[in-house]
């Protein structure tokens, strides 16, 4: 239940698992489209119907491998165990209050609750970071590396402030300015750092395009910055991964290999007996 690599019934329950949390997120942006809401069987939806053998699935994959491990409180709180119990928990909350939550969603703040649990349904698809060595890894990236991510941010927000003041202060005369404001700036110049560049705000003075030159111009140059110490490091948690799932595939076949040796032996003192007698 825990390592894919362990055996070939481990692999066909990551399969299996990996399939079924596809399904379920595909069912979930399915069930948004109104023509499908009025298919049904039996007076229930076939979205819904989807998602219940999704849920099953997930629950019984939980509650195998809760009362499979050694250690209850370490694996409550592993996180990707949090995230198993966050993907199945709004489906039996709206079972268990279908009602309240119908008359909820019409009342304000608790109405928006009651969608973001829904929402939290999405998170299903970090399941696969289980049986994705690839996800892990990144994970492990993102979790070493979150100085130099913090740093990035910080060059990122003090790029933002520093070219939607400058292009206020050269655009703000213009009539029919899109830049009224500062605030009003930041859109664009976040838009600009990150070269996505939408164009639904531009500048209109050969100041403004000189400003954002220099803008975008900041952006490769930051964006650049990063990419060969995370890609350094995901590398080597991969390859680490990869080199310690390969071993306790070897280890296993190993020990089954040590005990078949074990039993020919002592299959053949017993048939060497057998004869001498």
């Known amino acids: 239940m825990e390592n894919p690599y362990s055996s070939i019934p481990a692999k066909i329950i990551a399969i299996l698992s990996s399939i079924f949390v596809l399904i379920s997120i595909v069912t979930m942006c399915l069930s948004t489209v109104e023509e499908l809401k009025h298919m049904n069987l039996y007076g229930v939806s076939y979205m819904e119907h989807m998602e219940m053998a999704c849920v099953i ?13 050694s250690d209850i409180t370490r694996f409550l709180k592993t996180v990707l165990n949090i995230v198993d119990l966050i993907a199945i928990l709004p489906f039996y909350i709206q079972i268990i209050f279908p009602d309240d939550m119908e008359r909820m969603e019409k009342v304000g703040q608790l109405g ?5 649990i829904r929402l939290m349904r999405i998170f299903r698809i970090l399941k696969l970071a289980r049986h994705s060595i690839g996800l892990r890894a ?15 941010f910080l060059f990122i927000a003090m790029g933002v402030f520093t070219f939607s003041a400058l292009m206020h202060s050269v655009e703000h005369d213009i009539p029919g300015t899109n830049f ?27 100041l403004g395009r000189i400003v954002a030159f220099l803008c975008i111009s900041f952006g490769i140059i930051l964006n650049g910055m990063p990419i060969s110490i995370l890609y350094n490091r995901f590398s080597d948690f991969y390859a680490k991964l990869k080199a310690h799932e ?8 190993t020990e089954i290999k040590f005990k078949e040796r074990i039993m020919e032996k002592i299959k053949t003192c017993c048939d060497t007996r057998q004869n001498t007698d």
């Not at 019984?60 to 499979?68: A, M």
């Not at 928006?112 to 973001?116: A, F, T």
């Not at 990144?138 to 990035?152: D, S």
């Not at 390969?246 to 280890?251: P, Q």
């Open 246 to 253: 390969s071993t306790g595939v070897m280890k296993i076949y």
């Open 138 to 152: 990144f994970g492990f990236t993102i979790r070493q590396c979150y100085q130099q991510v913090c740093c990035l």
């Open 57 to 69: 699935f997930f629950t019984t994959e939980y509650v195998i491998r809760l009362l499979s491990t």
């Open 180 to 206: 009224p404001s500062i605030p009003d700036a930041w859109w664009w110049a976040a838009v600009s750092i990150s070269t996505v560049g939408y164009g639904d705000t531009i500048p209109d003075t050969t």
């Open 112 to 116: 928006k609750m009651l969608k973001i």
